[in-house]
């Protein structure tokens, strides 16, 4: 038996508590706060058999995993951008998503 802790952005977790659902993992979520960002995010509690850690990791990253987005923001205005454009947005690649996993062996477990 094994316990597996994901820690992944609130934004990530409807969809990824589905697919795992949809799976037959019975999963717990614990909102949580990051320590050093303080960014709101949402920890998951799974618990399994050994031979099915591998397909929730493989849920885990598929759906919460970090990916690439474009996100757009306005220039700067110490660019100099005065002209009719000034008012364009400028796209800027970054990484969403993101998730933490970690899978421990669960020495006693007990359904009451």
Known sequence: MKMIFAMLRSEDVDETVE?????????????????????????????????KVPGAV???????????????????????NMGPNANTMVPINTVAGGCTVFVLDVDRYEKF
């Open 58 to 80: 493989k849920i885990l990253q598929e759906c919460a995993g970090a990916r690439p987005s474009v996100k757009y923001t306005m220039p700067s205005m110490s660019s100099g």
């Open 19 to 51: 697919e795992l659902n949809r799976h037959k993992y019975w999963v717990t979520k614990l909102s949580t706060t990051g320590g050093f960002l303080k960014n709101k995010n949402v920890t998951l509690v799974i618990g399994t058999e050994d031979e």
